[in-house]
């Protein structure tokens, strides 16, 4: 089975800081691993994606994730936080045999200092 | 391209009735996904449909059911309403069904049972 761990439920950092939010993830196989933000009030939207290749992924709104198989990490990534950032941020992930569930963590709520 | 619309957005019932929640996903989207999100036990996975078929289910009593029609929209009930109903209900579509193809959430429909 499928799990998503994410250790942080609170994070706040200052404005122009950089970030880093911590996913750890439980599957056997090969797994298809997503961050997507949560604004409130909102759905879900999509920030990156990893399935195979180059480990560290770009995505939108300039974050970065990178996929560690020997530590079972899939940790978010942001060089400079801006205020808009601040937001939910959801981990998950899916498999093949699964189809279109994912199994998302429990969500790391970040506040933003300016 | 439109997003993935939901209806209603709010919706207050009483223990014990039985509700419908709409989904709408993106033009040309065969998948929609429904999800369960609460403070408690976070986003939880309901069930998958495609081309009019259910294709993954999640551990939900089954007093959560859904469909899906012809055109692609998707419906879910719950019938006999328990308090521990209440959530925010979010679905997403999806081109295909699997976790290769981006899913779009929608802005979810937010049940409270009192």
């Known amino acids: 089975a499928q799990s998503v761990t994410q250790p942080d439920i609170h994070i706040t950092v200052s404005e122009g800081a950089s970030l880093e939010l911590r996913c750890n993830y439980s599957y056997g196989a090969t797994p298809y691993l997503f961050w997507y933000v949560q604004s409130p009030g909102q759905g879900l939207q999509l920030l990156l994606k990893?399935?195979?290749?180059?480990?560290l992924v770009q995505g939108i709104k300039g974050f970065e994730a990178e996929f560690k198989r020997s530590q079972s990490s899939f940790n978010l990534r942001k060089p400079s936080v801006h205020w808009s950032d601040a937001a939910e941020y959801f981990c998950a992930v899916g498999a093949m045999e699964y189809g279109n569930k994912l199994v998302f963590g429990a969500g790391t709520i970040l506040r933003v200092k300016s | 391209k439109a997003g993935v619309t939901q209806t209603p957005r709010y919706l207050i019932k009483t223990r014990g009735q039985q509700v419908t929640l709409s989904c709408s996903p993106i033009s040309g989207h065969r998948s929609v996904s429904w999800y369960q999100q609460t403070p408690g036990q976070g986003l939880q996975f309901l069930f998958e449909?495609?081309?009019?078929?259910?294709?993954n289910k999640g551990n939900f009593p089954g007093r959560f059911s859904g469909r899906q029609f012809s055109n692609s929209r998707s419906e879910m009930n719950v019938s006999t309403l328990e308090l521990g109903d209440s959530a925010l209900y979010l679905c997403?579509?999806?081109?295909?069904?699997?976790?290769?193809?981006?899913?779009?959430f929608g802005p979810g429909t937010r049940l409270t049972v009192t």
């Open positions: 990893y399935f195979s290749g180059d480990t």
């Open positions: 449909y495609f081309s009019e078929t259910q294709r």
């Open positions: 997403a579509s999806s081109e295909g069904t699997n976790p290769t193809y981006e899913q779009y």
